[in-house]
């Protein structure tokens, strides 16, 4: 791993902080609205039962909450961030949206879980865990928090296998994405620092591999949009 990122991926929230006024608007535009889509896929794996209590780390500005909130199945979600700006622009929109009742949004570490063993039914990470100082403890502690039968739900950045795809998508990650992202966001360099993030990362079977050690079952993964993101989920038995 880059040991320049490394060093930045422990403080990863503070670029979120100076980004999270223009954040909700790229994710948009740089994703062409896919990142809707995207997320809506957690919804169709939830486990097979009700009253679930959630819980989403790196929550951002609240859009997995938020969409979770839309399943009956779901009786509590618990939003956990250690970005203050992000966080308080997903409360307004959780307040919005009314529900407050069902969606609690706080400063929470995706790697030090603020839970008790075994007390979660459905944990979920959406394009967060690839900030993680330490994205494999944060799996341990997954584990930890899930009651049996719990599952993780893991969206994350991968990069396109079929070679024209890969092609054109990297002139558009390694180019025009960082020029767009770093304008319009008027920060230096957040947006060259999301496309060498997701170059450094494991995905695939490499990632699932991480879920594996940490404990889970039956750990897979779905390829989103020739695999430039991946749904990766996995049981507690
Ligand atoms: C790309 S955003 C994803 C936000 C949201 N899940 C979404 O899908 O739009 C990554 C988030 O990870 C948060 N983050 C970085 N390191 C973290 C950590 N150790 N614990 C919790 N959140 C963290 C950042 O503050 C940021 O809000």
Redesign the pocket.
Known sequence: MNSALQGRKKE??KI?DEIAGTYDLL?RILSCGIDVYW?RKLLKNLPQRNNLIALD?????G??ALVLAKSPKIEKITG????RG?VELGKVKVKKAKKENKIALHI????NIPAADSTVDVVT????IR???DPQKSLREIFRVLKPNGRVMIMEFGLPKNKIVHAVYMFYFRHLLPFVGNLLSKHRDAYTYLNETVEDFAYGDDFTAWMKEAGFNNARFEELTFGIANLYIGDKE
Do not use: Q
């Open positions: 990863s929230w979120f994710n997320r780390l790196a929550t951002g500005t859009d997995v956990l961030d250690l970005s992000m929470g570490d995706g790697c990470i959406s394009f967060g900030n993680f100082p």
